[in-house]
């Protein structure tokens, strides 16, 4: 597989752990400014809100690590040489469809 593969999924893979580090650290402010207060969430009237920011920020990191985790197996088949292989039927999975999802491990046939 080309190295202009790997390189766009290691710059894709960085990219992810930048981010996940900045709502990691925003998740943390969050947390250390909800227990700096002596208001609970239920009776707070910014309570709700603050559990939704801390609730969508939760979310959001565990998405970016499932995306973090599935480069890293997209960066393990290109070192076996099996990236871009459909892992269902063991066909080419489409370039058109690597270009808008470079992890997919299935074409859209398979993917359901």
Known sequence: MSTSVEAALVERRAAALDLLAALEREHAAVV?????????????PEGATIAFERAQLDSSIADL????????????????????????????IPPERLAVRPAARTHVACAG
């Open 32 to 44: 250390s400014a909800s227990e700096d207060s002596n208001a609970d969430d239920e009776h707070d």
């Open 65 to 92: 690590r499932a995306q973090v985790d599935q480069l890293d197996a997209a960066l393990e088949r290109v070192a076996a040489g099996t990236y871009g292989i459909c892992e269902v039927c063991g066909l080419p």
